[in-house]
């Protein structure tokens, strides 16, 4: 990676100096909501869209409510994971950020000391993204945008490499996938066991939805009686 840094000749750096060089032409109130989007704004939303996306299982109440909460559970744990995974990755290839080595660049947050391959933000967000497609593709697709977004904004703000947010797009993918299987195998179960709490179930299912479900008639199964309608076998 090292010899990534050295050349402003490769398309990694040429890419950085014109993702980047927006930055440089951009009004400076813009800069400032990118460095907020980049920094935080984006990690805020992606938290809110899981959020959303649990509301949303939760209210509907389907047959595979469980599976999908056990999957929402396991979207944060996986970019918890993951970041922990990035720490030696960071501490091998030991990359120093692109300002350090480079000129010229419009650098939109200070005291970034670390080392900058892989990227934790884009990691973080598309891990996210992709525990949620897991467990919902609508939302999934959406968060994936945000994570492609989250990638674009580090590099804007000149503090990570084209290269360093390509590598936490895979890795954080990686780890939400390959780890899905024995994740969801855990998961699912305790879900299952959360759902069928009285105190705890809400968590899966709401409580018109668990209410919907249990009138729910069988075959063959006797109608209730209406209200305000006599019951011939009383």
């Not at 299982?57 to 909460?69: N, T």
């Not at 973080?124 to 904004?153: D, K, P, Q, S, Y």
């Not at 996938?177 to 299912?205: C, I, N």
Request: charged share 20%; hydrophobic share 50%.
């Amino acid at each position: 990676m090292a010899v990534l840094a050295e050349s402003g000749s490769n398309p990694d750096v040429d890419l950085l100096y014109d993702i980047n060089g927006l930055a440089k032409d951009a009004p400076h109130w813009f800069d400032r909501v990118m460095e907020f989007v980049g920094e935080y704004g984006l990690l805020l939303a992606m938290v809110l869209l899981v959020l959303w996306c649990w509301w949303s299982v939760r209210r509907r109440g389907d047959e595979d409510a469980a599976s999908s909460a056990a999957a929402l559970v396991w979207a944060p744990l996986a970019a918890g994971i993951a970041v922990l995974v990035n720490v030696p990755i960071r501490g091998f290839v030991e990359r120093p950020r692109p300002f350090v080595d480079h000129q010229g660049l419009d650098v939109l947050v200070s005291g970034k000391t670390d080392f900058s391959f892989v990227s934790d933000h884009a990691t973080v967000t598309m891990a996210l993204g992709v525990g949620l497609f897991v467990a919902n593709r609508r939302f999934g697709a959406a968060g994936i945008g945000l994570a492609l977004l989250e990638g674009f904004c580090r590099v804007y703000m000149g503090v990570h490499y084209p290269t360093d947010v390509v590598g936490g797009f895979a890795l954080g993918t990686a780890v939400a996938l390959l780890l899905s299987p024995l994740a969801m195998a855990l998961l699912t179960p305790l879900m299952k066991a959360v759902e069928r709490s009285r105190r705890a179930g809400w968590l899966v299912r709401s409580r018109a939805a668990a209410d919907g479900r249990n009138n729910t008639l069988l075959p063959g199964a006797r109608k209730p009686v209406e209200s305000g309608e006599k019951d011939l076998a009383a």
